[in-house]
């Protein structure tokens, strides 16, 4: 039998009714560098949260070099050599590097940091003064720092929670040559959570595959597993579309042609080359793990972010260096991802949140008339049935659904020819989602061109017409959705195009 | 294992904020009384010759409401602000430089009209106060500086020029080198209209209903309230939110210096550093019990005037004035801690 250094068991974690890993086995060897694979919600960051002693789970058991560990929590498995390394920063953002580095009293290199930060800088081609405080690093480099953060506490089980999403390219090669010397010259064990298949096959020696919260295949040798074979372990069958799509499709109602969109600092480009039009009556599904691009296109086309190159047609008029009001009198609604704090104002009453979107229809001169705004918020109550019982109170006294109706309605209302609906059933339960798809289509049928953004492909191909799909910045393929093959959307997910 | 967590209510009672304040009141009196007693002072009798003497004749009553203006203006002035969820800690310096502006005009124009004058005074306390917020409210919108630092430190500059002015360029020779301005005259004083009541009063009011409007009513104040609520969505609704907190600061800045001006021209006819006895933090503590509501600031401000007439009248038994200090500052701290009850509830759940 192999030596394992660490080994999870039967592992079952849940919160509330939802159930995020079930049954789940998981096993290390030491010094390889192993890949954890999965779509979001899958339950990868949930099993490494149990594995560094943030979750304690209901069931199964955890064996460190052949010991049982019962009561693992953050502190001794940190004493045990498991560090993670978890998608948000964990830095201390007015400390200087050095000082992150010695924090902890697992320290190992505190006597001797000058040469071990002269080591692991040259291992990461990290090239700062460690006197430099965090807040001044690129985001690359404080992803360096984090990762080099747990070799200064001695961890020899470095778990990396989707490291490179925040990375360019060039960064994302600097830290796989990285990890192979980290792995080779101090014998490291490392677990990388990514949704890239490029990388999980640069990257790492074996492969787990998550779904639904269980492990669907263990330990595969990468070089051995084809991408389709992964990918198909990953999304498994979908559910064939129920929705009609035979529907009358109009004249193009909004076109985006060569739309390029750059990020100053990193001189980096977050779009590129974007092209597509959508007709009236017809659903464009975006398909796509977020961070590749999505949010800068929405917020380019509704007009909020307007420091883009190429040109956009709502309508057949140009509206490029419009802002956003300009946009929205051409009857042009979003839907943002973020429900609240972009879609809705927290803090701020249900009443108040209902007319973000039309509360030039409810003034009068620079008054605003109570009683247009109470008939208005009515509307969308009745029309929409939200549950809403006391219109003064704040936004956030309402259920996520209720959120997402409300904010649905608002844009809705009004008969909007172009819809950009982000991420729209995020978080929400089964009804509610029933609820927005039938809202969607009813407001197809009516002839409204809508871009559909979402990490959902259930959703995806229920919904749309067509499908494209967004990987770093560009639109890497297209399908109709009667020809398209969930496994080969799955591939152009993960970056794989032939 | 239970544990103790808070959960939002999911309906507050409208009258929440009131009910709050009249138990912050009770509690403020019990604390009060406390104090009186540990001084062998008997608390009724203290506090019913505070009530006799701050509102039991007409002449009290409207010394009283007199010492109300400044608070309810500068008060109005700081819950406009906070529509944007800015804090206004600059009333104080607000109030000074608006007197500060009245008096330099008064100096320097001539007008034959004295309700005129009068009027472009009133104009000139205001702009006074807008000046006043004006570095605090480019440095926040462009820069995001903390406008409470900035306010704050205001204060202190504001307070400097005063100091300056009154020993200085503007230095009464009259006034036995007492460091003051010399006094206006007459024909710009503040008409009184029963009392001792004057006109500020109308004025005060005039303004109560001004911010009512502004904050509730009009199209502009839907917009501070949801740029105060998240800048994103302010953004994604097409809505300036920096134009919004750039307006509601000089707004804000301008009913205090409006206080300012309505001191000079009512009550101390002349700069010096009796223009406010701290009405622009008072004018804090007024806004914050009642959750920024301009009706609120208006009923508070007036029992806040009658509680500091009411505490400088008692030192002549030989209770320190302070008293109305702790019972205002108590008011405060008893109603946001009742305020909190209102706001969340307590419920023991299980550990999961």
Known sequence: ?????????????????????????????????????????????????????????????????????????????????????????????????????????????????????????EIFSLSVNPEKTISELSVGEKQKIEIMKLIFNNSSIMLLDEPTAVLTPQETDQLKNSLKRLSEEDEKTIVLISHKLKEIREFTETVFVMKNGEMVAENLLTENVTDNNLIELMMGHIKKSVIDKSNKVGDAKLNIKSVEYVDKVNNYKLLDNINFEIKAGEILGIAGVSGNGQVELANIISGIQVDYSGEIFINGQDVSGKGVKSRKKLNLSYIPENRLGVGLAPGVSILDNSIVKDYFKTRRGPHLSKTKTKTYLENLINTFSIKAPDSKAEISTLSGGNMQKLLMGRELISKPEVIIASQPTRGLDVNAVEAIHNLLVDQRDGGSAILLISEDLDELFKLSNRLLVMYEGKIVKSFDINNADINNVGLAMAGVIE | MNNL????????????????????????????????????????????????????????????????????????????????????????????????????????????????????????????????????????????????????????????????????????????????????????????????????????????????????????????????????????????????????????????????????????????????????????????????????????????????????????????????????????????????????????????
């Open chain 2, 5 to 352: 967590k808070l959960f939002k209510r999911q309906s507050i009672n409208e009258l929440s904020t009131f009910y709050s304040f009249l138990i912050g009141f009770v509690i403020a009196i019990f604390i009060g009384s406390i104090i009186l007693l540990v001084q062998d002072k008997n608390p009724i009798d203290t506090f019913s010759l505070m009530l006799r003497l701050s509102v039991g004749s007409i002449n009290s009553l409207s010394s009283s409401l007199n010492k109300a203006i400044p608070l309810i203006l500068a008060g109005l002035g700081i819950s406009i602000m906070n529509s944007v969820k800015l804090w206004n800690i600059g009333a104080e310096g607000q109030i000074f430089l608006g007197a500060i502006a009245v008096n330099y005009l008064y100096i320097n124009t001539q007008f034959n009209s004295p309700t005129l004058h009068i009027f472009v005074l009133l104009i000139a306390g205001f702009a006074g106060g807008s000046l006043c917020i004006l570095i605090p409210a480019i440095t926040k919108v462009v820069f995001g500086v903390n406008e409470i630092i900035t306010t704050l430190l205001t204060n202190y500059i504001v307070f400097g020029i005063t100091i300056f002015l009154i020993n200085g360029p503007w230095k009464d020779p009259k006034s036995l080198n007492f460091p003051a301005a010399a006094y206006v005259g007459e024909e710009v004083f503040l008409p009184t209209i029963f009392g001792k009541l004057s006109l500020g009063f109308l004025i005060c009011i005039l303004f109560t209903a001004l911010a009512h409007y502004l904050k509730n009513k009009s199209v502009f104040g839907f917009e501070m309230r949801i740029a105060g609520g998240s800048a994103l969505t302010a953004v994604y609704a097409g809505i300036n939110a920096r134009q919004k907190a750039f307006i509601a600061m000089l707004i804000g800045g301008g009913f205090a210096g409006l206080a300012g001006a309505i001191e000079l021209l009512s009550q101390t006819h002349r700069v010096s550093t009796g223009i406010s006895q701290g009405f622009g933090y008072t004018a804090i503590i007024v806004a914050a019990i009642t959750g920024m509501r301009p009706l609120g600031i208006f009923l508070v401000g007036c029992l806040f005037g009658a509680l500091s007439i009411g505490g400088s009248v008692i030192q002549t038994i030989g209770v320190s004035a302070y008293i109305s200090d702790i019972i205002q500052a108590s008011t405060l701290f008893g109603a946001l801690i009742i305020q909190f009850f209102f706001t969340y509830q307590i419920k023991k759940v299980e550990n999961d």
């Open chain 1, 1 to 121: 039998m192999k030596q394992y250094i660490l080994e999870a068991k039967n592992i079952s974690k849940s919160f509330g009714n939802v159930r995020a890993l079930e049954d789940v086995n998981f096993y290390l060897e030491k010094g390889i560098i192993h890949g954890l694979l999965g779509e979001n919600g899958a339950g990868k960051s949930s099993l490494m949260n149990v594995l560094s002693g943030i979750y304690q789970p209901e069931k199964g058991s955890i064996f460190v070099n052949n010991i049982k560990q019962t009561n693992l929590n953050p502190e001794y498995a940190s004493e045990l050599g498991i560090g993670m390394v978890h998608q948000e920063f964990r830095l201390i953002e007015s400390f200087s590097i050095q000082d992150n580095l010695t924090l902890s009293k697992s320290n190992i290199y505190r006597d001797d940091f000058k040469n071990a930060f002269e080591k692991y800088s």
